[in-house]
């Protein structure tokens, strides 16, 4: 009741014009900044940081909670029109994003990332404002060998995203995952592979790698093509197709909803909460379909679902945040900064003397994705006319914009040379029919799992025992081992049952035929 | 639909035109401090002002305690649009004709990075420049990505490095050309303290007890990467308290305070801000810290000194340029940081963070730096990580 009546107070904060505006505009801006691929939300809500300064704590925040709604739709954008991920959380969309987009079905795939956006905006919105605390409470029972374990646990969804060659899957994963030791190492201080750039000091960065063999690598792997057969993604089925049918509503309705609270739970805990969520809501999905060899080809539960669950991790990350002052991930670390800088201090008082503030924000949060959905949905016709364009000169837009995106990353060539390099290795992985979702998930998580097992080492003394003394840590190892031998057990029983089954059945046919 | 009945040539040439056009582009703008931020702000500075006659309203209307920023607001909307005519009277003619860029190693939100926003929404405030000045993020590599980068910019004076300790500590555990002598610093700014805290359910209720345990059972510290301040804090206490010490490097220090609370580690360093809302809710308490006098919010908390351990480390952050920028120029910018670092919003962020006024002019900066270094070999040394 309490939670009704501030919630009501804090619609009463967001309704007021000023800060309806703001949600807007940082919407507004948040989506076009965000379709650069260079510049995923973190960028842009640093970027325009400044541009909410001098109004009052509220409105600066909601406008950059704006930004970084629109930042993230923004780049679901570019991930399905054009299979160049803006940032790690949206990997998993170009998958079947993208195949949808080829197939004349981006205006479709957008209506669903902008709806399964909406769902787990709302979703998430709620259960931040009933869970806060308590999940606060979760993420500090979160330590060293609990994050490895999660870490192994998004790792296991390798396999699903091979499309049947596990073993291809897996040299791309540790292909990433050898990307990811570039760079200084955090444990010994020690710098490894870097050949004295210093460029590398810092590591490789995700965006360059992911442009590069996505969108670059497939341009490349196009190249090769006769005219005819890359012009086929041109053909479009009719005007009406450009929006999502009910049907296609109904069909991705609960995998947004699944996704969602996959995402709200993963986002709580600190590190890559948002990119392992989309590939756990993926891999679920994908697990749970009747007919999971449609995914990699254009099913559009593969993008509602995890697109749903990059949206509710961003409400989850909010939880250790705003109660306990440790920001969950890079955008909440910089909306962490902003609160400091309007003097407002993070922690339980923060719900007791600026309660105002905090329901303004939960509430703001709804609106901000009341007005995406308003803003997009219209526009997703415009959007996807991109598609028609003639290859060649999409071929360029893209080409532009990834150099544009990877330069913008330090304003440096560095990037850029690292890009072409990225987008070779693409086309090299595409030739090899290797799959290269594995690889981007590989440097994503590679360094945090590196981490997160050589600080339970040593806290540890040196005992593997860490991992499966520690509760939470063998539950998620023991969810890990049931995800890898499920689709084994699975295949032998109905192997089992087919023998047992199969040898009547076909006597009852052949009798029938006879008969 | 258009039809495309051109040869394969078209293909070609397109593809080539997309490779060559961008790096041309790009070429143009790399030799100059960052167009690419600069832009940014064109917007902003446009934006404001509307938005303000918006947001005014409202501020009377919310019971917010925001009624002084968004007066404040008021005044830095006026002076962007004003395009700003006060020029710090120190500055050479015709300084600065085109915008500043604040270069920081921390990422949105860290400390560098708070310090470069908040001084220049008080050189706005106080309208010191002719020009905009913009931050831009060149994190990595414990700060080696920023000082490589601004060492490679000319020495104008439009590219400006926001500093901390790592300045000292970077370039003897990295493989880099790049050392303290490189830069002409201009002002050392603020002081932060570190703290050592521990979970509010330990037994330990000084830093003596803690050293006592470490001493007989098994204590677990914790902080950031090797190398860095934290981790030498522990190793001097180690070292002087004699026991053996097992310290766990965390990427942030929050990640480091998760882990405290978790049970992983036992004690770890950490500003006060980074855990000030876990000490709020009553997780964590602080035992001592390394400050060379106490710190005026924690009155009651003793130093590493007043405990019978004699080490002395602070966090510092400030501003420096490259070595070859003109004297007057320096001067011009550290008049410049200085005024700013009188404007409210700035002494409010500053009190708001537990943040101390450490001003040295540039030539004594110079010789902490000198001083901090050679420290800071022996330590490194003894610890094994320094580069040969």
């Given at each position: 009741m309490e939670a009704f009546t501030g919630l009501m107070g804090g619609f009463a904060v967001a309704l007021q014009p000023a800060n309806l505006l703001a949600a807007f505009i940082g919407c507004l801006i948040g989506t076009i900044i965000g379709v650069l691929p260079g510049i995923g939300p973190v960028s842009a809500v640093a970027l325009l940081l400044p541009l909410t300064f001098g109004q009052p704590a509220v409105t600066s925040i909601i406008m950059l909670a704006g930004i970084y709604y629109g930042a993230m739709y923004g780049g679901a954008l570019t991930s399905i029109l054009i299979n160049a991920p803006g940032e790690s959380a949206s990997v998993v969309t170009t998958l079947d994003g993208y195949q949808m987009a080829k197939q004349g079905r981006g205006g479709v795939a957008l209506g669903i990332s902008a709806i399964a956006s909406f769902v787990a905006g709302t979703i998430g919105v709620l259960l931040l404002m009933l869970l806060a605390p308590a999940m606060a409470d979760v993420a500090l029972s979160f330590g060293p060998a609990e994050n490895f374990a999660l870490m192994i646990l998004g790792l296991t969804t390798v396999a699903a995203l091979g499309s049947g060659n596990t073993v291809k899957a897996l040299i791309s994963a540790v292909l990433g995952l050898m990307l990811a030791t570039v760079g200084i190492d955090a444990v010994s201080g020690r710098t490894r592979f870097t050949f004295g750039f210093v460029e590398l000091l810092g590591g490789i960065d995700f965006v360059v790698v992911a442009i590069g063999i996505f969108a670059l690598g497939d341009i490349l792997a196009n190249v090769e093509r006769s005219r005819e057969q890359v012009n086929v993604r041109i053909d479009y089925g009719g005007f009406r197709n450009l929006w999502p049918s009910w049907q296609d509503i109904r069909q991705t309705f609960f995998p947004m909803l699944r996704g969602t609270f996959i995402g709200f739970f993963a986002g709580v805990l600190p590190g890559a909460g948002a990119t392992i969520s989309s590939f756990l809501s993926y891999i679920v999905e994908k697990r749970v379909s009747k007919t999971p060899e449609r995914f990699g080809k254009g099913a559009p539960e593969g993008v509602a679902g995890p697109e749903a669950a990059n949206n509710a991790a961003t409400a989850g990350a909010m939880a250790p945040m705003l109660v306990l002052g440790i920001p969950g991930s890079a955008t909440t670390a910089v909306?962490?900064?902003?609160?400091?800088?309007?003097?407002?201090?993070?922690?339980?008082?923060?719900?007791?003397?600026?309660?105002?503030?905090?329901?303004?924000?939960?509430?703001?949060?709804?609106?901000?994705?009341?007005?995406?959905?308003?803003?997009?949905?219209?526009?997703?016709?415009?959007?996807?006319?991109?598609?028609?364009?003639?290859?060649?000169?999409?071929?360029?837009?893209?080409?532009?914009?990834?150099?544009?995106?990877?330069?913008?990353?330090?304003?440096?060539?560095?990037?850029?040379?690292?890009?072409?390099?990225?987008?070779?290795?693409?086309?090299?992985?595409?030739?090899?029919?290797?799959?290269?979702?594995?690889?981007?998930?590989?440097?994503?998580?590679?360094?945090?799992?590196e981490r997160a097992f050589r600080q339970s080492l040593i806290a540890s003394r040196g005992s593997y025992l860490v991992f499966v003394q520690r509760p939470i840590s063998l539950g998620i190892l023991v969810l890990a081992l049931c995800f890898m031998a499920l689709p084994t057990l699975l295949g032998l029983y109905t192997k089992r049952r087919e023998q047992r089954q199969g040898p009547a059945g076909t006597a009852e046919m052949l009798g029938e035929r006879k008969g | 639909?258009?039809?495309?009945?051109?040869?394969?040539?078209?293909?070609?040439?397109?593809?080539?035109?997309?490779?060559?056009?961008p790096i041309i582009a790009a070429c143009g703008s790399a030799p100059e401090t960052s167009t690419a931020p600069a832009q940014s702000t064109a917007p902003a500075a446009a934006a404001s002002p509307a938005q303000n006659t918006e947001a005014s309203p409202a501020a009377s209307v919310a019971a917010e305690p925001a009624a002084s920023a968004s007066g404040q607001g008021t005044t830095a909307a006026a002076s962007a649009s004003?395009?700003?005519?006060?020029?710090?009277?120190?500055?050479?003619e015709g300084f600065p004709n085109k915008p500043i860029t604040f270069v920081t190693w921390s990422n949105p939100g860290g400390g560098g990075d708070v310090l470069g926003r908040a001084m220049i929404t008080a050189i706005e405030n106080q309208n010191l420049l002719s020009q905009p000045v913009v931050i831009e993020n060149r994190a990595g590599g414990s700060g080696a990505v920023g000082m490589a980068h601004v060492v490679q910019q000319p020495a104008n004076g439009y590219t400006v490095l926001i500093v901390t300790k790592n300045l000292t500590l970077t370039p003897l555990t990295q493989n880099l050309d790049t050392?303290?002598?490189?830069?002409?610093?201009?002002?050392?700014?603020?002081?932060?303290?570190?703290?050592?805290?521990?979970?509010?359910?330990?037994?330990?209720?000084?830093?003596?007890?803690?050293?006592?345990?470490?001493?007989?059972?098994?204590?677990?510290?914790?902080?950031?990467?090797?190398?860095?301040?934290?981790?030498?804090?522990?190793?001097?206490?180690?070292?002087?308290?004699?026991?053996?010490l097992t310290y766990v490097p965390f990427e942030s220090g929050g990640e480091a305070a998760t882990a405290l609370v978790g049970g992983t580690v036992d004690a770890i360093s950490a500003s006060p801000q980074e855990v000030a809302a876990l000490v709020d809710a009553g997780k964590l308490k602080f035992l001592a810290t390394p400050s060379a006098q106490r710190v005026p919010d924690f009155p009651d908390l003793p130093t590493f000194k007043d405990e019978g351990f004699d080490i002395t480390l602070e966090q510092w952050r400030g501003f420096v340029y490259h070595k070859d920028v003109p004297d007057e120029i320096v001067e011009c910018m550290d008049t410049v940081l200085r005024q700013a670092s009188q404007d409210p919003s700035f002494q409010k962020y500053m009190e708001e963070s537990g943040l101390a006024n450490g001003y040295l002019p540039g030539d004594e900066f110079y010789a902490l730096l000198e001083k901090e270094t050679n420290e800071n070999r022996a330590f490194l040394e003894e610890a094994g990580l320094l580069n040969q």
């Open positions: 909306i962490y900064g902003a609160l400091l800088m309007f003097g407002l201090r993070p922690g339980p008082t923060l719900f007791i003397q600026n309660a105002d503030f905090v329901w303004g924000l939960f509430a703001s949060m709804y609106v901000g994705n009341v007005m995406l959905l308003i803003l997009n949905l219209p526009l997703v016709g415009v959007f996807a006319q991109v598609v028609r364009l003639p290859y060649p000169i999409l071929t360029f837009v893209i080409v532009l914009f990834s150099v544009l995106g990877a330069f913008g990353l330090n304003n440096s060539l560095f990037e850029v040379y690292l890009l072409f390099i990225f987008g070779i290795v693409g086309y090299v992985l595409s030739k090899a029919s290797i799959p290269a979702a594995p690889l981007a998930l590989g440097l994503v998580l590679g360094p945090l799992m | 639909m258009i039809s495309w009945q051109h040869s394969w040539k078209r293909l070609v040439l397109a593809s080539i035109l997309a490779l060559i056009m004003g395009a700003g005519t006060t020029v710090a009277a120190s500055c050479p050392d303290y002598q490189d830069f002409k610093p201009i002002q050392r700014t603020q002081l932060e303290p570190f703290f050592v805290a521990v979970r509010t359910d330990s037994p330990w209720n000084s830093l003596k007890d803690l050293v006592a345990a470490a001493k007989t059972e098994n204590v677990t510290f914790g902080g950031a990467f090797a190398g860095s301040t934290d981790n030498m804090m522990f190793s001097l206490l180690a070292d002087k308290a004699g026991f053996e």
